[in-house]
């Protein structure tokens, strides 16, 4: 049977990685590996000093328990010097992520392994896994909204100065914009927090490093999923794995940062990849294939772990709409087969969620304050810098100062249009023109994007899932770019230093200086502005070409070639 073109780009290819010969990729060479050593040295290096910095430059504690701790206490007394040493850990940190890129590219014929790559995430965040929080204070918000549900009461309708006290150690920490504000997390999270309140009690530290020991778990469940589902996809797992895994993004914000994020992707991930564990592979036009063993049943295993990562955070229910239309697909293609996969994981959502809420005791309060994240606006969101441009306009021509009004509008305006994306995109993947898990990433980068209150590291929620399934240059690209970009405009204070705009230029400039020094020592062992060569890939009769693999596309004893 003849498959076009298009059919063959939305195939969903399962385990059917080796696209250059039979064995896979070669491993690097000698010079290929002290290069990669090189890097990774560079970014440990960062590590460090991001480490260092944030005893002075972070988002620590009101009472700064390093104060009392000698030598490390000179850092908490020279802020700027701190930051400083922060900022240049992360520009090491980015470009150690970069130039280890070159070596994870799939259109080279020998890169990094799996387990490099694995070891180099680990060795990049061990110096950040006891360290103050970065990059913004949400993790003391978890701490007092985890205490509100210790103590019996409510955290959707009572904030942490209302339900703790304003003298409250926990509340202390908390940013004034959220003081009096419910919480806007899922009942899962402030369930699992509370359990670890009742083990930190008031103790600041102990309290963010629990919090921080969920993250990793949210991470570890990221490492996990990456590389299975990458294979999954057809995608070179070195590559998903440096994407996402090894993305600054989450080493600075889920990790240093100690965000939930971390936990509900893992759980929508490990989801996903539960759920395509026994999913055959179905080309549009094939006969529909019969049950697989225990198919049905890591179905529902995969929708309940999403619907635990929904718990968490919201955002995650979005990937039960594609995972439903990657089990339509594997039917018959058909509306009624998409209505009831629709059904079937509708009725598996509410349950778990219900089932969620009342064995917590938390209810369905989480609804109601899911407008929470929006009374703070970033600059960094397109819709925050419209407004404050059409305020601006307005004002300018005697109209009025209508900048909030005109904000809340674009943030409607903004949640329709991702809706409305969100929806053709879920067409597009059902109909065979798009890969749900791609639909899925720029589904995501759709609703997190233009949302008024965008942080860098919601783009994970896009990023990551892209990681595992892109399999041409262009998605890598933009991920890429913006992965670098976003990981750099926050400062790891979180503040803008308001009074004190004379501290950050001093900070970046002594910032840049130290890493165009680093970068002197180690450019005889690391090209860093030469492309790294691609060596020619050997085909499997024996020719050579330089061209972006092909990806295998295992169906029954055939195999298609599929590129994205």
């Given at each position: 049977m003849?498959?076009?073109?298009?059919?063959?780009?939305?195939?969903?290819?399962?385990?059917?990685?080796?696209?250059?010969?039979d064995?896979?990729?070669?491993?690097?060479?000698?010079?290929?590996?002290?290069?990669?050593?090189?890097?990774?040295?560079?970014?440990?290096?960062?590590?460090?000093?991001?480490?260092?910095?944030?005893?002075?430059?972070?988002?620590?504690?009101?009472?700064?328990?390093?104060?009392?701790?000698?030598?490390?206490?000179?850092?908490?007394?020279?802020?700027?010097?701190?930051?400083?040493?922060?900022?240049?850990?992360?520009?090491?940190?980015?470009?150690?992520?970069?130039?280890?890129?070159?070596?994870?590219?799939?259109?080279?014929?020998?890169?990094?392994?799996?387990?490099?790559?694995?070891r180099?995430?680990?060795?990049?965040?061990?110096?950040?896994t006891?360290?103050?929080?970065?990059?913004?204070?949400?993790?003391?918000?978890?701490?007092?909204?985890?205490?509100?549900?210790?103590?019996?009461?409510?955290?959707?309708?009572?904030?942490?100065?209302?339900?703790?006290?304003?003298?409250?150690?926990?509340?202390?920490?908390?940013?004034?914009?959220?003081?009096?504000?419910?919480?806007?997390?899922?009942?899962?999270?402030?369930?699992?927090?509370?359990?670890?309140?009742?083990?930190?009690?008031?103790?600041?530290?102990?309290?963010?490093?629990?919090?921080?020991?969920?993250?990793?778990?949210?991470?570890?469940?990221?490492?996990?999923?990456l590389?299975?589902?990458?294979?999954?996809?057809?995608?070179?797992?070195?590559?998903?794995?440096?994407?996402?895994?090894?993305?600054?993004?989450?080493?600075?914000?889920?990790?240093?940062?100690?965000?939930?994020?971390?936990?509900?992707?893992?759980?929508?991930?490990a989801?996903?990849?539960?759920?395509?564990?026994?999913?055959?592979?179905?080309?549009?036009?094939?006969?529909?294939?019969?049950?697989?063993?225990?198919?049905?049943?890591?179905?529902?295993?995969g929708?309940?772990?999403?619907?635990?990562?929904?718990?968490v955070?919201?955002?995650?229910?979005?990937?039960?709409?594609?995972?439903?239309?990657?089990?339509?697909?594997?039917?018959?293609?058909?509306?009624?087969?998409?209505?009831?996969?629709?059904?079937?994981?509708?009725?598996?959502?509410?349950?778990?969620?219900?089932?969620?809420?009342?064995?917590?005791?938390?209810?369905?309060?989480?609804?109601?304050?899911?407008?929470?994240?929006?009374?703070?606006?970033?600059?960094?969101?397109?819709?925050?810098?419209?407004?404050?441009?059409?305020?601006?306009?307005?004002?300018?021509?005697?109209?009025?100062?209508?900048?909030?009004?005109?904000?809340?509008?674009?943030?409607?305006?903004?949640?329709?249009?991702?809706?409305?994306?969100?929806?053709?995109?879920?067409?597009?993947?059902?109909?065979?023109?798009?890969?749900?898990?791609?639909?899925?990433?720029?589904?995501?980068?759709?609703?997190?994007?233009?949302?008024?209150a965008?942080?860098?590291?919601?783009?994970?929620?896009?990023?990551?899932?892209?990681?595992?399934?892109?399999?041409?240059?262009?998605?890598?690209?933009?991920a890429?770019?913006?992965?670098?970009?976003?990981?750099?405009?926050?400062?790891?204070?979180?503040?803008?230093?308001?009074g004190?705009s004379?501290?950050?230029?001093?900070?970046?400039?002594?910032?840049?200086?130290?890493?165009?020094?680093?970068?002197?020592?180690?450019?005889?062992?690391?090209?860093?502005?030469?492309?790294?060569?691609?060596?020619?890939?050997?085909?499997?009769?024996?020719?050579?070409?330089?061209t972006?693999?092909?990806?295998?596309?295992?169906?029954?004893?055939?195999?298609?070639?599929?590129?994205?």
């Open positions: 003849a498959v076009s073109e298009r059919e063959r780009q939305a195939a969903e290819p399962e385990l059917a990685l080796p696209w250059l010969a064995d896979g990729p070669a491993p690097l060479n000698a010079t290929e590996l002290r290069a990669l050593t090189t890097i990774r040295r560079l970014g440990i290096v960062g590590a460090l000093f991001l480490a260092l910095g944030s005893l002075g430059a972070g988002a620590v504690p009101v009472i700064n328990p390093a104060h009392d701790i000698p030598v490390l206490s000179l850092f908490t007394r020279v802020t700027t010097v701190s930051l400083a040493i922060a900022v240049a850990g992360m520009l090491l940190m980015v470009i150690a992520w970069l130039l280890y890129g070159r070596y994870a590219r799939p259109a080279r014929a020998r890169i990094a392994t799996q387990a490099q790559t694995t180099t995430v680990v060795m990049w965040l061990a110096p950040l006891f360290i103050p929080p970065l990059f913004s204070r949400d993790v003391y918000s978890y701490l007092a909204q985890s205490e509100i549900v210790h103590r019996g009461l409510d955290p959707y309708s009572l904030g942490p100065a209302q339900a703790l006290g304003v003298g409250d150690p926990l509340t202390m920490g908390v940013s004034n914009v959220w003081r009096e504000t419910p919480a806007p997390y899922g009942p899962l999270f402030l369930e699992l927090g509370s359990w670890m309140s009742g083990i930190s009690g008031n103790h600041i530290v102990l309290g963010v490093m629990l919090q921080r020991a969920i993250a990793l778990v949210g991470v570890a469940l990221i490492l996990w999923s590389p299975r589902l990458a294979k999954r996809f057809g995608v070179e797992p070195t590559t998903a794995l440096w994407l996402g895994g090894l993305n600054p993004l989450l080493i600075f914000h889920l990790v240093a940062g100690v965000h939930n994020e971390a936990l509900g992707i893992g759980l929508m991930m989801g996903l990849e539960l759920g395509l564990r026994r999913l055959p592979i179905r080309v549009k036009g094939d006969s529909t294939p019969p049950l697989a063993p225990g198919e049905l049943r890591y179905i529902a295993f929708a309940t772990v999403m619907t635990l990562a929904a718990a955070k919201i955002n995650a229910a979005l990937a039960l709409g594609f995972f439903g239309v990657m089990i339509a697909r594997r039917w018959h293609g058909r509306l009624s087969d998409l209505a009831r996969a629709a059904a079937g994981l509708t009725v598996i959502f509410v349950t778990v969620m219900v089932a969620v809420c009342l064995g917590t005791g938390l209810g369905f309060g989480w609804i109601g304050a899911l407008g929470t994240p929006g009374m703070a606006r970033t600059l960094i969101s397109p819709a925050t810098l419209l407004g404050y441009l059409t305020g601006g306009v307005g004002i300018g021509f005697d109209l009025g100062v209508h900048t909030h009004a005109v904000m809340d509008i674009l943030s409607l305006l903004g949640l329709l249009a991702a809706a409305v994306i969100t929806l053709h995109l879920l067409w597009r993947s059902f109909h065979w023109q798009l890969r749900p898990i791609i639909g899925l990433g720029v589904a995501m980068a759709v609703v997190m994007g233009l949302h008024v965008l942080h860098p590291w919601w783009m994970l929620w896009a990023v990551i899932p892209l990681a595992a399934a892109a399999g041409t240059s262009r998605f890598r690209v933009a890429t770019i913006g992965s670098a970009v976003l990981a750099v405009v926050i400062t790891p204070t979180g503040s803008p230093f308001d004190r004379f501290v950050l230029p001093q900070a970046y400039l002594a910032a840049i200086v130290v890493t165009v020094l680093a970068l002197l020592v180690v450019r005889r062992t690391v090209p860093l502005f030469a492309r790294a060569p691609i060596p020619p890939m050997p085909r499997r009769d024996g020719s050579a070409t330089n972006e693999p092909a990806t295998a596309v295992t169906t029954g004893s055939s195999t298609l070639d599929s590129r994205e």
